[in-house]
């Protein structure tokens, strides 16, 4: 058997585990209804009585509309305690019959889910603490309340008393209420109310009662590998007493005897809330198999949406890589203005003559004008940052679209309008990258042009202009072609790797062209990176679901495994 110590073990883990399966934001309805049921459960009854088998036991009394339940209810609390007929006030609430110092043990426990004003209490302080006899609603009932009242109590209960009659016993609803009882494991006693005269006819409804019994799955309850046989109690018609609020003596003896030897047996009552919360985490195991698969079925959903996010934004980086390299973003305007400060003409004339005319009178190259550095440079970094938006917004608009035919994330689609497009601050985070990324090219050149010569040569430039020729070359290149063969930017290109190559060798201007261009891919790719993250904020950690379905997987087991103690 099982003990309590492992009982109270495996409950804390199974409240861990259904906390984070809230946690995981069940993608479907019926996946996050299933996950709260579990933790109602396990709140409501599982948790409470693995804290203290001490706690009162909770007797409920279910049944079908006009069943004789309150009748029953008030023989065995030998007090009109519940209003008897089919249309009495109690038909939208439950009477509790307990004593005084129970009361506030089960506001705290077992009836902590139990909305108070569904709950109508008789205190009685001359019955033996420690258990409590609850009437619940009809469990066939129309109102969805008052369904929605019995199945809270039988999720409570230790002890399940269902009652019928001879002619209402196989009606369907009250059989799918006891499919809870069976899931739960739950003790149950059967009361067959208004018998038949004749011995015939009761006989075959005994026999049909425990036929549906074993239909239902209910049999592992009520077997001898559980225990001892617990023969249905039957109760034959007119047994009323002449008030006609209870039954007349001695008809449901054994019903008496078991409520009798539990309010004054403490350890009858130790072994039954031990058996019923044993009987609670066994018939855990289908559910917790149910949660596992949703899990498991989410984390496919959950990796293709991931993929989705992952393809639209990689596609929207190669394609700014393509603009960039191309050099097509860059403003004309900007570049002819470089062109004429770097003396294209003199430029050419120079390298006609060979490179060391060039190294010998680089500072004659320039004209002798304030360089442009600023306003090239701010042209080409509002040009970049606005061509990498424009590939951000279209990535988001991809994902976004894509996102919205997927249940799982279509209302969180819905209520983001922001992941239509790029963020707010995508400019300044980008900007911010950039300005970094062409204080590291400066850093370059001076870490380049440290010796004598270089220096020499570079200091009659500027490190400014130098820097600015670095970063058009990082975005565009001639590829072996003339300046006249592929327009201005083109020749642009040509000029600056022309003059860098002379400057620092052609080696080093490939070097310092090269790590730009690295550093630049590596800020643009954080960038959009960060911009994915808003979908990936939206779904589970990347693997999270597929460990949860093992666990819940491995807790089914666990639980499976219980062993419930004889009654």
């Not at 984390?299 to 996010?309: K, P, Q, S, V, Y």
């Not at 994330?409 to 309008?417: E, G, L, W």
């Not at 690295?518 to 950690?541: K, N, Y």
Request: proline share 5%; with cysteine.
């Amino acid at each position: 058997m099982t003990s309590p110590t492992e009982l109270r073990a495996l409950v804390d883990r199974l409240v861990a585990l259904s906390a984070r399966r809230l946690a995981s934001r069940p993608s479907s309805d019926a996946a996050a209804k299933r996950a709260r049921e579990l933790a109602d459960h396990l709140a409501g009854h599982v948790r409470v009585r693995a804290a203290s088998l001490e706690s009162p036991l909770v007797v409920v009394l279910v049944g079908p509309t006009g069943a004789g339940k309150s009748t029953i209810f008030n023989t065995i609390a030998d007090r009109p305690a519940s209003e008897t007929g089919v249309l009495r006030p109690t038909t939208r609430t439950a009477v509790v019959l307990v004593h005084p110092d129970d009361r506030a043990s089960l506001l705290d426990g077992a009836f902590a889910r139990v909305p108070p004003g569904q709950l109508r209490y008789v205190e009685d302080p001359s019955i033996e603490r420690g258990l409590v006899l609850v009437d619940a609603p009809d469990i066939d009932s129309l109102e969805h309340a008052n369904r929605d009242l019995a199945d809270r109590l039988v999720e409570a209960a230790d002890l399940c008393l269902f009652v019928t009659t001879a002619t209402r016993y196989a009606d369907r609803v009250p059989w799918e209420v006891l499919d809870r009882v069976r899931e739960r494991g739950l003790p149950l006693e059967i009361v067959v109310n208004r018998m038949p005269p004749d011995p015939t006819d009761r006989a075959e409804i005994l026999a049909d009662v425990d036929r549906l019994s074993e239909e239902a799955g209910l049999a592992a309850v009520r077997s001898a590998d559980d225990g001892p046989h617990r023969e249905v109690v039957a109760v034959p018609e007119g047994a009323i007493e002449a008030a006609g609020d209870r039954l007349a003596p001695g008809h449901i003896g054994p019903v008496l005897d078991e409520i009798a030897r539990l309010r004054g047996d403490r350890e009858a009552r130790l072994a039954l809330a031990t058996r019923a919360l044993a009987g609670s985490l066994h018939g855990l195991s289908e559910s917790l198999d149910r949660l596992a698969d949703d899990a498991e079925h989410e984390a496919i959903d959950t990796e293709a949406l991931r993929r989705i996010a992952e393809r639209s934004y990689e596609a929207a980086t190669v394609g700014l890589r393509q603009e960039l390299g191309r050099g097509t973003f860059l403003r004309e305007q900007a570049l002819r203005h470089w062109q004429e400060y770097v003396g294209a003409d003199q430029v050419t004339r120079f390298f006609s003559q060979g490179i060391g005319r060039i190294r010998g009178a680089i500072a004659a190259v320039f004209r002798p004008a304030t360089p442009p550095v600023a306003e090239v440079r701010a042209a080409t970094m509002e040009d970049l940052i606005a061509a990498a938006r424009l590939q951000a917004a279209e990535a988001a608009r991809q994902t976004a679209t894509a996102w919205a035919d997927m249940p799982a994330v279509s209302q969180t689609v819905a209520d983001s309008p922001g992941l239509w497009g790029a963020t707010p601050d995508f400019d300044q985070r980008l900007a911010a990258r950039l300005d970094a990324w062409i204080e590291g090219i400066v850093t370059d050149i001076q870490r380049h042009g440290s010796s004598k010569r270089l220096l020499a040569r570079g200091a009659s430039v500027g490190v400014n202009v130098l820097g600015t020729g670095v970063m058009l070359g990082t975005f565009i290149h001639t590829g072996g072609l003339t300046g006249a063969e592929l327009g201005v930017a083109a020749a642009t290109a040509f000029l600056n790797q022309k003059l860098l190559g002379a400057l620092f060798g052609e080696a080093a201007m490939v070097e310092l062209i090269a790590d730009a261009r690295r550093r630049l891919g590596e800020a643009l790719t954080t960038t959009f990176e960060e911009e994915r993250s808003r979908f990936d904020r939206s779904l589970p950690a990347p693997g999270a679901l597929t460990e949860l379905g093992a666990d819940l997987r491995a807790a089914a087991r666990d639980v499976r495994a219980v062993s419930v103690p004889d009654p």
